[in-house]
């Protein structure tokens, strides 16, 4: 457990969420493990999901918007031949369709159309806000949600296997894909393709930006021991970084403008001659830009 008496401790605590428990249930427990109720997390997972579930403690929770816009990845198993009023296993069901004619080659191919950008209808009860309202919340309430389709990328699917199960296909798969995918939506898109019917049964991430299932930890295990990685090893595992001289140092402290090229866009981690995490900044034109100072 933390120690109290001293300045607290900012860094982030990556969970091996189990199945059954909601993102803010993990932030509960990671709260009280850290001593703190400045905790958030990067990227919310279902109950029914399973994996890597990134927190932030302290002044690390201001890493957690720019955590959200990086790559995560998954493993799934997508059922064809049912679908669900919310397109996973936690749906009731909706329709029954035989999969009897349908082949290994013929899924392989519907799954490839999904590679690349693409425009991605999230499920009704996804957690997108629709006029401040969750819009899981509404369908709960009774009310008709439409959402809009979003431009995501899935930059790798590869099919691990295809298994008949009865009535019904299983198929495991692995997705690496742009924040704001929904792989349950994947699962819906495919079975209305191939018309059929689906739904997800299984979703781990696997990954998030640079934070994979082997740095992360259950919350038994964060319990008997809490591990975090500290406010600076996680801005250089998150970001491209950038040394900086004393002179500069000193100005990223205030947040001022560089007439520097970061080497990236951005974000990019600014560190100080004595590896302290400075500032994440942006490239405009030949300026670098603050988007977030965590000195001071």
């Known amino acids: 457990m933390p120690d109290r008496t001293t300045e607290p401790v900012s860094g982030l605590v990556v969970v091996d969420k189990d199945g059954g428990m909601t993102s803010h249930d993990v932030v509960a427990r990671v709260r009280r493990l850290a001593g703190t109720r400045k905790v958030g ?3 919310t997972l279902d109950p029914m999901a399973t994996g890597v579930l990134v927190l932030g403690v302290n002044r690390a929770t201001r890493l957690l918007g720019h955590l959200m816009l990086t790559e ?4 799934a198993t997508i059922r064809l031949g049912a679908s669900t009023t919310t397109d996973d296993a936690e ?3 909706l329709t029954r369709t035989s999969t009897a004619d349908l082949t290994a080659d013929a899924i392989r191919t519907a ?5 690349g950008e693409i425009d991605q209808v999230p499920s009704a009860v996804s957690a997108i806000k629709v006029d401040g309202k969750r819009a899981y919340q509404r369908v709960r309430d009774g009310e008709e949600v439409r959402l809009a389709a979003r431009r995501v990328t899935v930059h790798e699917l590869v099919t691990r296997q295809v298994a008949s199960t009865g009535d019904v296909i299983d198929v495991d798969v692995s997705v690496r894909c742009s924040s704001g995918t929904y792989i349950r939506s994947i699962a819906r898109d495919l079975g209305e393709a191939l018309g059929v019917g689906g739904h997800l049964t299984a979703l781990r991430r696997t990954a998030v930006g640079g934070f994979g299932l082997d740095r992360a930890h259950t919350l038994a295990a964060l319990t008997d021991e809490f591990a975090l990685v500290p406010l600076r090893d996680a801005a250089r595992a998150s970001f491209p970084s950038l040394d900086l001289d004393d002179s500069r140092a000193a100005d990223v402290r205030v947040g001022r403008r560089l007439v520097l090229d970061l080497g990236a866009p951005g974000p990019v981690a ?3 001659p004595e590896g302290e995490f400075l ?6 034109g030949d300026e670098a830009r603050a988007v977030a ?3 001071g």
């Open 41 to 43: 997390h990067a990227g």
């Open 111 to 115: 799954l490839a159309a999904f590679v």
């Open 270 to 272: 600014l560190f100080g």
């Open 91 to 93: 749906g009731e069901l």
């Open 279 to 284: 500032a994440l900044y942006e490239q405009r």
């Open 72 to 75: 995560k990845a998954y493993d």
């Open 293 to 295: 100072v965590f000195t």
